[in-house]
T-cell receptor, first 112, second 117 residues
Framework: DADVTQTPRNRITKTGKRIMLECSQT?????MYWYRQDPGLGLRLIYY???????NKGEISDGYSVSRQAQAKFSLSLESAIPNQTALYFCATSFGGGYEQYFGPGTRLTVT | GDSVTQMEGPVTLSEEAFLTINCTYTATGYPSLFWYVQYPGEGLQLLLKATKADDKGSNKGFEATYRKETTSFHLEKGSVQVSDSAVYFCALSDYNAGGTSYGKLTFGQGTILTVHP
């Protein structure tokens, strides 16, 4: 089984809808991250969490919110989706600072 | 703030050709440097890393050396294969002056590599 899983893998939604992307991990890591990938822009950090009670905004947090329900679960929400949030979204985990991050398979989100 | 710049792609090579993908960075403190690879339809996976100046990371025939004086971490491979076709990302992790890392990665824009038989 994969160490970092994301659901759904693909989602098409309409402008204004609320949507939640979920991430689960079995690696036992405290740190979890949400990124979005756009062509030609690499990956940009949306939110990150060092433990259940420590959540921080990344460089592009506007329009997004997160919830760390447990050490193993970190959800990303779009309260009112807009077309420029169409992107590939990745969840990642790490043991600590300076260590590698382990990525999930990604969720392809399309907002029409 | 921290930033990473990769050479523009896409890069197209024939099998067994030599590969170089340039990466330069701007950062305060003492970042760790990484190369990640993304195969079609998959998430990113770590290819190699280096944590201090002059370290060389290597894996699967790929190499990169942490050059503090030129703020670079160029990726090289002596003989590429069709199976190396993927998107390659250079990244750094933040460090403050006291040596504590917050673990945030800053990525370059990615370089698409296509290798033909």
């Amino acid at each position: 089984d994969a160490d970092v899983t994301q659901t759904p893998r693909n989602r098409i939604t309409k402008t204004g809808k609320r949507i939640m992307l979920e991430c689960s991990q079995t690696k036992g890591h405290d740190r979890m991250y949400w990124y979005r990938q756009d062509p030609g822009l690499g990956l940009r950090l949306i939110y990150y969490s060092f433990d259940v009670k420590d959540i921080n905004k990344g460089e592009i947090s506007d329009g997004y919110s997160v919830s760390r329900q447990a050490q193993a679960k970190f959800s990303l929400s779009l309260e009112s989706a807009i077309p420029n949030q169409t992107a590939l979204y990745f969840c990642a985990t790490s043991f600590g600072g300076g260590y590698e991050q382990y990525f999930g398979p990604g969720t392809r989100l399309t907002v029409t | 703030g921290d930033s990473v710049t990769q050479m523009e792609g896409p890069v197209t090579l024939s099998e067994e050709a030599f590969l170089t993908i340039n990466c330069t960075y701007t950062a305060t403190g003492y970042p760790s440097l990484f190369w990640y690879v993304q195969y079609p339809g998959e998430g990113l996976q770590l290819l190699l890393k280096a944590t201090k100046a002059d370290d060389k990371g290597s894996n699967k025939g790929f190499e990169a050396t942490y050059r503090k004086e030129t703020t670079s971490f160029h990726l090289e491979k002596g003989s590429v294969q069709v199976s190396d076709s993927a998107v390659y990302f250079c990244a750094l992790s933040d460090y403050n002056a006291g040596g504590t890392s917050y673990g945030k990665l800053t990525f370059g824009q990615g370089t698409i590599l296509t290798v033909h038989p």
